[in-house]
């Protein structure tokens, strides 16, 4: 059974930092590509970031550009948002997603998820 599990969520004053966190199980996934989506309450979902396979390649939503980190870690099949600066409008649930090759804009071509974490960011 293939499942993606987010932590490192939580509550965190504007300005702070929060690291999450996405593990993997069920098989390795050095051959797919690696994305955060965010979605907070009567908006639509958003594209936060993505990593491709070989780590060679990083994509930022321009909302988050410059505080926003996407790393991996293969051997531990470990995927990690590092956020600097949040910002009241960063609040939402985040979700990791996973698919094989290229990464996408689009979450529709991701074919697994993890259940979220959620990110609240105060003033």
């Known amino acids: 059974q293939v499942r993606l599990v987010e932590s490192g969520g939580g509550l965190v004053q504007a300005g702070g930092s929060l690291r999450l966190s996405c593990a993997a199980s069920g098989r390795t996934w050095n051959s797919y590509s690696l994305a955060w989506f965010r979605q907070a309450p009567g908006r639509e979902r958003e594209f936060v970031a993505a990593?491709?396979?070989?780590?060679?390649?990083?994509k930022y939503g321009d909302s988050v550009k410059g505080r926003f980190t996407i790393s991996r870690d293969n051997a531990k099949n470990t995927l990690y948002l590092q956020m600097n600066g949040l910002k009241p409008d960063d609040t939402a649930v985040y979700y990791c997603?996973?698919?094989?090759?290229?990464?996408?804009?689009?979450?529709?071509?991701?074919?697994?998820w993890g259940q979220g974490t959620q990110v609240t960011v105060s003033s």
């Open positions: 990593i491709e396979w070989s780590a060679g390649h990083t």
């Open positions: 997603a996973a698919r094989y090759g290229v990464s996408s804009y689009s979450g529709n071509l991701y074919g697994y």
